[in-house]
């Protein structure tokens, strides 16, 4: 009955979705001319590249975050879970040292034990969602102190570092680069399009989204709602894995400090690109423009005087409510 | 129910009442009025705009057009609250309560005694209980509600109305969740209420009851004001008759006669709300399954496609036992349900029509990457097979009207081309033209082949569409009419559980 009166907004959802795709790029433009604007090494291939690197570890841990916000959760636990994964990995390949001689041997050990931690730590979120039927913010809240603890306490409070040798061998994984082209930033690409193909075209991409649409739809319409659920914190689970793999070559070290507010910045990344936080639609392009948004403000203030590169957080803060804002707001007008 | 003898004063009234949503009018323009110390029955089938008239009146909406005037005073109702203050208390089908709050919260809500500053629980606790003991209901006011069975809540809904000093009581289908012994109670109380002046209207699909309390009787047909009669003398068949006011035969299609194959067969299953229940299944046969609500007829259909365990019992799909633990497997073996709560559990309201449309079958679409051009071309022919009618495949499903958005369930169930299909309420809120053409497709379903299930609270549609008919009641199977039984009369008294087919 009331749904006739709904008709009228029908354009407006489509314009909205326009907006949504467009929006995050039109800002990634313009924050790249006032770069260009305020220094004329800004738009160097070094920086762009040295942007792009940065960008990697919250975008690639905002690809799998897309996907559990897109089902209707969320993940708080990704800082710590990749500190926790980097601290095991370290230690891992530390102890290995006295083992073996094969140096590679022990980095590609220490890799895969981290993809085995990160996925098996999304699977432990995504399990005690489901199964103890638990919203993911209280999960979530809980395994990521569990983990940062646990960080802590294999640091003894202190650092973990990685043996020189170990590192030297890893260094190329976030330092080296192919044709030019830094290994994080490839990483980063390729996660994306794998990312983009799932979530864009496939049935596993649909369910996710139709979960987070509407759980109980999604439940009469033959989906095992619970697996998806599962397997959209395994991605993030894998994600954080990705990232920590990088990311652990470039200080060689973990500690109680390693990737704190991860977490809230790939939640941000994944607002800015057009992600609805109460689930049900995703947009990985929109995301990895976010998560460069991010990366551009600090990378701005950093080259200029203009604003105290103190206050990027409250600019970053300020695009993320202006982006919503605008996202919103369009839609209500139209 | 002594005669009055003078007509007492009308306390609240309504003239040439409209109500449009969006371009569409569901109330032309109805009168009604309610007296002091009266209990006025609004009798009308689903969608004939009882509840629109309720909710105009009880300040929940505004009419598009028409007056509404208390104690001869022209009034306007802004919020529920406005009515409320002026004595006009609304009792919903689902109960208006804070669930996490005591039954003493409850009843106070809004208007809590105070001692000073502070609250006088003890003298609320004392007015609560005295109440509710007038009720003959023996919840504990300190109780949370969410613990208290359905009927206690209804009464805690009624405690509260009468803590109100209501002068009207709007009664939705107030005994749908009571047993016999609590209607009683009801009924004592609403004779209690109407000797102090209280104007009532009651809101029943049990005629019996209607005949039973109620002074006078209005009617409403498809938003159309039809009559306002004395209840003297008026049968449950008269009510019926005139709710109904058309031939019913040139409504329905004809129907094909069932093959002997049987399809699906359930014995003695048990679940969550159902108990031992058997029934059969032919090809090619349309078997209604009729009961009041709450009767168990959702639970056994959302059992068997495998959404809720089957505590006990079998079934047999073309003579194999089978259990299903979730819908995906029910669908591999070709049984699909369609909702009755559309826009709940049928329809992603804010997604696009194409991606609803295949969103049940979506596997054939994926190789693994998702064929959009044949999701398309599978999107055209499946809707224009039940005659959607959509300005564009990018619109969202909210936007469709009711009739179109059952159309769209109903080709996203077919897509996986089921061969049993089960409908609840296969035309709830949907307008007559779309009814007919629901109707049409149910027949052509079963003259395919398939075996088709109805469930439905309109009779007249059972008795319209069914080769046979499934009655239940309180979770059990009570009967199975065929032929001449299947009318109102036998199936309402299987239906309220006077009779049944097996012992109890």
Redesign the interface.
Known sequence: MTDTTAQQTKPGLLAGLDWKLLGPLAALVVLLIIGSLLNENFLSSGNLLNILTRSAFIGIIAIGATFVISSGGIDLSVGSMAAFTAGVMIMLMNWMLGMTDMIWLIVVVGIMAGALIGSAAGWLNGILITRGGIEAFIVTLGTMGIYRSLVTYLADGGTLSLDREVRALYRPVYYGDIFGLPIPVLLFALAAILGWLVLNNTAFGRHVQSVGANEDVARYSAINTDRIKVYAFMIQGACVALATIVYVPRLGSASATTGVLWELEAIAAVIIGGTLLKGGYGRIGGTIAGALILTLIGNILNLTDLISNYLNGAVQGVIIIAAVFLQRGLRRKS | MAPQTTHPAVLLSGTGLRKS????E?LHGVDFEIRAGEVHALLGENGAGKSTLVKILSGLVQPSEGTIALDDKAVAFATVADAENAGIVLIHQEFNLAELRTVEENIFLGRERRKGLFLNKAAMRIEARALLDQLNCAAPVTAQVASLPVADKQMVEIAKAMSRKARVLFLDEPTAVLTKAETASLFALVARLKAEGVGIVFISHKLDEVEAIADRITVLRDGNHVTTVSADGISPDDMARMMVGRELSDFYPEMSAPSAETLLEVEEVSAPSVRRASFDLRRGEVLGFAGLQGAGRTALMEAIIG?HPIENGTLRLNGEACTFD???E??TNRIA?L?K?R?????????DLV?NFS??A??K??T???DRKAERAAYDAGTQAVDLRA??P???A?????GN?QKLLLA?ILE?NPQIIIIDEPTR?IDVGAKAQIYGFIADLAAEGRGVIVLSSELPEIIGLSHRVVVMHNGMVTGCLTGDDINEETIMRYASGLVSERAA
Do not use: E, H, I, R
């Not at chain 2, 826009?343 to 997604?351: E, F, I, M, R």
């Not at chain 2, 909210?398 to 009711?402: A, E, I, P, R």
């Open positions: 949503y969006g371009p569409v569901v959404l979730s819908v995906a029910s669908k349900y909702t709560d826009k709940g559990k049928g329809l992603l309201l804010a997604n991606w969103l049940f979506l596997d679409f994926a693994p990457f998702l300005a564009s990018k619109m969202a909210g936007s469709l009207s009711g958005q996203k996986a809120g």
